[in-house]
């Protein structure tokens, strides 16, 4: 007799993604397909799966060899050179462009932490979602817009 | 996308490392850049934009020319 397959529940892409950024916000770095799973009570593989086929741009990418999120953009699940704080919350932003957006989206005022690239000499930013910072400092883009996404992480 | 503290940091890091200058914006316009770019995606109704949408955005805020125009 031949066994039956038993297929595991599919995740909603858009219950997914609000659930991501929901805990991205919340912890600090995105879920791990484990915590994926138990929300949505299916296991960690079907978790990466859904992540995988999310098929929203480049703002949530996964890491190729474990599956789990590398970045929901404009969060960095892995250490960076840009912490933004804001009270006994801290986030990891992409790039110095990132770093803003984690802002816009908390829809808080923060502070970044992060390091001139060139002398390493520490810089506070204050950024206000509201408010034009007005600090001197300078964000230079190495790479045209055309290849901003040839290499995402270099980027 | 690199902070520095100034162009002249970014002028001495693009010689060190031998890089070509790529484009040197101001903080603020970047604050509004991100503010134009990034849209709460816990949102229902949020969807990735397409091509030309991005390229608008990156005019609406002044960032116009061959350096900024994405890939068709």
């Given amino acids: 007799m031949a066994t039956p397959l038993t297929r595991e529940p599919a995740i909603d892409p858009v219950a997914l993604r609000v659930f991501v950024y929901d805990e991205t916000l919340a912890r600090g770095r995105p879920p791990s397909s484990a915590v994926i799973g138990a929300r949505f009570d299916t296991s960690p593989r079907e978790a990466r799966r859904a992540l995988a086929s999310l098929n929203i741009g480049k703002t949530v990418l996964v890491d190729p060899r474990s599956g789990e999120i590398w970045m929901a953009g404009p969060f960095s699940a892995v250490a960076s050179a840009y912490r933004v704080v804001s009270g006994s919350r801290d986030w ?6 990132d770093m803003f957006g984690v802002s816009m989206i908390a829809n808080e005022r923060v502070l970044i932490e992060t390091r001139c ?19 001197d400092a300078v964000v230079h883009f190495l790479l045209p817009a055309s290849h901003w996404y040839d290499d995402i992480g270099f980027t | 996308m690199s902070i520095f ?3 002249e940091h970014v002028r001495q890091w693009i010689r060190a490392h031998d890089y070509q200058m790529g484009a040197v914006v ?21 969807r990735p934009r397409t091509r030309d949408e991005s ?7 002044g960032l116009t020319g061959d350096f ?5």
């Fill in chain 1, 92 to 97: 990891w932003a992409n790039c110095a462009w």
């Fill in chain 1, 117 to 135: 690239t060139d002398c390493a000499e520490p810089m506070t930013i204050a950024c206000d979602p509201a408010v034009e910072p007005s600090d």
């Fill in chain 2, 5 to 7: 503290r100034s162009e």
């Fill in chain 2, 26 to 46: 101001p903080l603020s316009q970047v604050w509004r850049l991100a503010r134009a770019w990034y849209n709460d995606p816990r949102s229902a109704s949020w």
């Fill in chain 2, 55 to 61: 390229q608008a955005v990156l005019a609406s805020v």
């Fill in chain 2, 68 to 72: 900024w125009e994405l890939r068709r």
